[in-house]
């Protein structure tokens, strides 16, 4: 079997920072492989040096402090299961410098923080991030600003009654026997209409056979107004974890907002967002 593979990208932020711990975390139950990654931008850097001396300062300045955060993971997390952590520093454009990596080293997890430090609920996830979330044919988990890890004791996994369910639920099981945690498969109609519950109960006996796991709920939930708002509802009142969603053609995650990644995320301020791109 082959070592599971994380690209975890940092400014060295702190959203980043939150990103790199549950990278570690995940890393550790996963005996995976870790690599911590950074796009050298220098617009961010043109208030701090000087132009000429951008470039040098820029990579000098980025290769410590991903030298020392490389050696904070290896302390930390390689004693308890993490099997490596290297830092890698490629420039180019962050979200497709990001992805060809990726891509071209058979990632099979991107772990990314928010940005956006000025407008959170506005600009909640940042363009860099919602490119990436679009762009990638690799799952991808949005850590937001001020989450820090904890064990999960419940995911809530999103469904819009898609076949592909079936294979995207074993990746959420996969994670939660890490930590003996819940699973709620939840589906959020603006109505309960009966074409939901006939549907419900097909997808209740068609994916019940593909999971091999005790603490499993079916919910059916209605919203007045908007999916995305009750789904928020939902993963408050239920005490959820982490949002799980499969991103695919005609999903529901790709049509509950059709024009605006970053809005569609919004919503989902206070918990990790992993979105399953690939089954």
Known sequence: MSTFKI??????SECSLNAIEYAAKLGEKFNAK???????NPEDYQKLFSRNQVSIDLL???????DSLVEEVKTESIPKGLQSCDGIIIEGKTSSTILDYAEANHIDLIIMGTEGVNDFKKNYIGTRTSK???KSNIDVMVIPRKVFFKPIKKYVYATNYMEEDKQAIQKVVKMANFYDSEIDIVHVGTKKKSIDRA????MVTEITPFINYDKVNFIL???RDDPGLGLENYLITSKGDMLITLSKKKSWFDQLFTNNLSKKMSY???????II???
Request: hydrophobic content about 40%; overall charge positive.
């Open 7 to 12: 690209l975890c990208p940092t400014d060295f």
């Open 34 to 40: 870790l690599t911590l990654f950074h796009v050298p």
């Open 60 to 66: 000098t300045f980025a290769q410590k402090k991903l």
């Open 132 to 134: 990436v979330v679009s």
């Open 199 to 202: 549907l419900h109960h097909t």
């Open 221 to 223: 939930k209605s919203y």
């Open 268 to 274: 989902f301020i206070n918990k990790p967002l992993f």
């Open 277 to 279: 791109k690939s089954i």
